[in-house]
């Protein structure tokens, strides 16, 4: 069974930090390129990052760029996003998320999706 | 950045009914789009890759069309699990942008 679970939320103050994980089960992590998706209380979803195999291509979106960094540790099965400076609008329940897809060798099928989702996990940031 | 649009925003209808929902992105995304339902309290569920390919263990009552920057995601017969919001999103480029969402409703 996969399992995708966040960790590491709560409640912090604007300008503090957290670091969130997400423990994965159930499918070769190390082969998964990984994503954090967020979505505020009541709004839609926001792609926050993106991090593949080997950690050598990250990419954020550019609210969160120079403050927060997704990584991981692949012999730990384990994803990771330190979020620093950290401000109300911020605030949000984090997916951690494994981008879907596959190519055999003519061309790529569905390559950029987020096919596993963990069940998230809330931040919020408040004084 | 893509924007991605969605209509409607809210949409009411009842059980059996046919039901479309619309996605346009801001510049050609050629067919990488993808469509999501999310109920409440849970994450997202990946319906439909690649505009049109139904995702695993998806009922054939969910269906896609579309490439370039017009798209639709269509229920053939409204079920009640159905009732949910859904989301498109597009992965031709970074960053990955999610339309706004359309909430399916019961009439």
């Known amino acids: 069974e996969v399992q995708l679970v966040e960790s590491g939320g709560g409640l912090v103050k604007p300008g503090g930090s957290l670091r969130l994980s997400c423990a994965v089960s159930g499918f070769t992590f190390s082969s998964s390129n990984m994503n954090w998706v967020r979505q505020a209380p009541g709004k839609g979803l926001e792609w926050v990052s993106f991090?593949?195999?080997?950690?050598?291509?990250?990419y954020s979106a550019d609210s969160v760029k120079g403050r927060f960094t997704i990584s991981r540790d692949n012999a730990k099965n384990s994803l990771y996003l330190q979020m620093n400076s950290l401000r109300a609008d911020d605030t949000a329940v984090y997916y951690c998320?494994?981008?879907?897809?596959?190519?055999?060798?003519?061309?790529?099928?569905?390559?950029?999706?987020?096919?596993?989702w963990g069940q998230g996990i809330l931040v919020t940031v408040s004084s | 950045d893509i924007q991605m649009t969605q209509s409607p925003s809210t949409l009411s209808a009842s059980v059996g009914d046919r039901v479309t929902i619309t996605c346009r992105a801001s510049?050609?995304?050629?067919?990488?789009l993808a469509w999501y339902q999310q109920k409440p309290g849970k994450a997202p569920k990946l319906l439909i890759y690649d505009a049109s390919s139904l995702e695993s263990g998806v009922p054939s009552r969910f269906s896609g069309s579309g490439s370039g920057t017009e798209f639709t995601l269509t229920i053939s017969s409204l079920q009640p699990d159905d009732f949910a919001s859904y989301y498109c999103?597009?992965?031709?480029?970074?960053?990955?942008?999610f339309g706004q969402g359309t909430k399916v409703e019961i009439k």
């Open positions: 999103q597009q992965y031709n480029n970074y960053p990955r942008t």
């Open positions: 998320t494994r981008e879907g897809g596959y190519c055999d060798s003519t061309r790529c099928y569905g390559v950029g999706t987020f096919d596993y």
């Open positions: 991090i593949n195999t080997r950690s050598s291509s990250i």
């Open positions: 510049q050609s995304i050629s067919s990488w």
